[in-house]
């Protein structure tokens, strides 16, 4: 499992052909942070987790 589905700077983008991916909202600010970052990710300096209640609106 990805940290990303549980962070607070993700946004998940739903291609036309119903692919899912997790853009990192981080990488606008700063260019260490990969846009689309390959998943699995399992280690993030940005990682910022999220409630347990915020991660129902996200999937």
Known sequence: MSLCRFCRHVQAVKSGKGSVFFLCT??????????YPPQPVIACSGHVPIEPSES????
């Open 26 to 35: 981080i990488a606008k600010s700063d260019p260490k942070f990969s846009k």
């Open 56 to 59: 129902a609106r996200k999937a």
